[in-house]
């Protein structure tokens, strides 16, 4: 069992901002800003590495991207944005299925990189 594909499948109810054939997003339950979107693929993978090895990856990965740039015109974010995925256990990751967090909504200043 996977929770984003129960919320991808509807079984557990979440807040969408955006949905294609091939990505949804929808609101962070505990929202770390006052923009706090998880962007994910329809497609079950675990994490980064699983879509890299994975042939249909590259597709979603776009669609991803466009879905992001999306959430972002949405949200009303033209002043910019944050965009993280963690991956495995040193990146933090809980949930099991790859998502994109998109933050905003704030002048974020915290920069790890
Ligand atoms: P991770 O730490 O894996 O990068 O991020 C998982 C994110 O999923 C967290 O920010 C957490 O708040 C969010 N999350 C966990 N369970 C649910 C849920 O049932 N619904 C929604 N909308 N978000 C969730
Ligand atoms: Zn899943």
Avoid at 44 to 52: K, R
Wanted: hydrophobic content about 40%.
């Amino acid at each position: 069992m996977c929770l984003f594909c129960d919320i991808i499948e509807g079984k557990i109810p979440s807040s969408k901002v955006y949905e294609n054939e091939k990505v949804l997003a929808f609101n962070d339950i505990n929202p770390a800003a006052p923009v706090h979107v998880l962007v994910v693929p329809k497609k079950h993978f675990d994490d980064i590495n699983d879509m890299a090895s994975d042939p249909e990856g590259e597709i979603y990965m776009g669609e991803v991207i466009r879905a992001i740039s999306e959430v972002a015109k949405i949200k009303g974010l033209e002043n910019g944005f944050r965009t993280i995925n963690n991956c495995g256990e040193d990146g933090g990751q809980t949930v099991k299925h790859v998502h994109f967090h998109v933050i905003g909504g704030l002048k974020l200043t915290e920069k790890m990189i």
